[in-house]
């Protein structure tokens, strides 16, 4: 999954001014206790941070 792909996804489900605030301040578990800016930031691959995403927000499977 390409980033910009990511970001689009982020903004479907939580908004484009909201998917900001997410991603830099709620701390997932899924991505070792980091936020999502954190995690990219560190090299995580998009998919996998969009996975934990999907897992902390109890998204519905067809969104993975």
């Known amino acids: 999954m390409r980033l910009?792909?990511?970001w689009q996804r982020m903004?479907?489900?939580f908004g484009a001014g909201y998917a900001q605030s997410v991603a830099k301040d709620?701390?997932?578990?899924?991505l070792g206790?980091?936020?999502v800016?954190?995690?990219?930031?560190d090299g995580e691959e998009a998919k996998k941070v969009w996975r934990?995403?999907?897992?902390?927000f109890?998204?519905?499977d067809r969104l993975r």
Request: proline share 4%.
């Open 26 to 30: 709620y701390v997932i578990a899924g």
């Open 11 to 13: 903004d479907d489900q």
């Open 58 to 60: 109890q998204l519905p």
């Open 37 to 41: 800016s954190q995690a990219l930031a």
């Open 52 to 56: 934990a995403v999907c897992d902390a």
């Open 4 to 6: 910009t792909e990511f």
């Open 33 to 35: 206790d980091r936020t």
